[in-house]
């Protein structure tokens, strides 16, 4: 089945950029998704990439999808501390409709 | 209605009791999920209704767990026997079709005391 690793803790300072990575095994057409969790709450959508694109850029948030490395990663512009939260990634398990989630990247924004 | 619906939101049980967890999907999305979080983990892919189909139960734990979806709409997740280590947050999400993003609730803490 479908492997999708992330790592676990992030820490950057206010105004920084944080770049969160994501790799996985399977491949299919279709689309990868990033998602946003704070305490206490379920996930929150916050972008998505179709498979045959390799960029896209969202207000301060950047999606670069490397699909020959099979890498996904997350760039948030100028961090903010209220960008605080758990990240994790979701690619559908090859050729099925259910999303793998990664375990989840910890940002922790400094002021 | 708003977005995805779950109830309730804490749920304290004895150890052996069963629970039932309920989830209002966004109306007229044709897929539901179900998901557990533990503690420090990734989300676990419990199981997955699409319109009138089968459900697809490969990720359910154990023969404790079952879950049905009554009209296309509601879905409940039933747990048997609760064990300590069914603690959890239990998430439902949906999606409008196959391939769009998934949409969430805020899920319910299980605790098994």
């Keep these: 089945g479908e492997d999708v690793e992330q790592s676990l803790f992030l820490s950057v300072r206010e105004g920084d950029s944080s770049v969160i990575n994501c790799t996985y095994t399977d491949s299919s057409s279709t689309y990868l998704y990033w998602y946003k969790q704070e305490p206490g709450a379920g996930l929150q959508l916050l972008t998505y990439i179709f498979s045959n694109m390799d960029m896209k850029q969202d207000q301060r948030l950047t999606v670069l999808l490397n699909k020959k490395d099979k890498h996904l990663s997350l760039r948030i512009a100028d961090t903010q501390t209220g960008d605080s939260a758990i990240y994790f990634c979701a690619v559908p398990s090859g050729g099925s409709y259910i999303p793998t989630f990664g375990r989840g990247t910890s940002l922790i924004v400094h002021p | ?113």
Excluded: M
């Excluded at chain 2, 049980?13 to 967890?21: N, W, Y």
């Excluded at chain 2, 490969?58 to 023969?63: A, F, K, N, R």
């Excluded at chain 2, 280590?85 to 998934?102: F, G, I, K, M």
């Design chain 2, 1 to 113: 209605g708003a977005g995805v619906s779950q109830s309730p939101s804490n749920k304290v049980t004895e150890k052996g009791k069963d629970v039932e967890l309920r989830c209002d999907p966004i109306s007229g999305h044709t897929a539901l999920y179900w998901y557990r979080q533990s503690l420090g983990q990734g989300l676990e892919f419990l199981i997955y209704f699409q319109g009138n189909s089968a459900p697809d139960k490969s990720g359910l734990p154990s023969d404790r767990f079952s879950a049905e979806r009554t009209g296309g709409s509601v879905s409940t997740l039933t747990i048997q026997r609760t064990q300590q280590e069914d603690s959890a947050v239990y998430l439902c999400a949906s999606r409008q079709t196959y391939n769009s993003p998934l949409h969430f609730g805020n899920g319910t803490r299980l605790t098994v005391t």
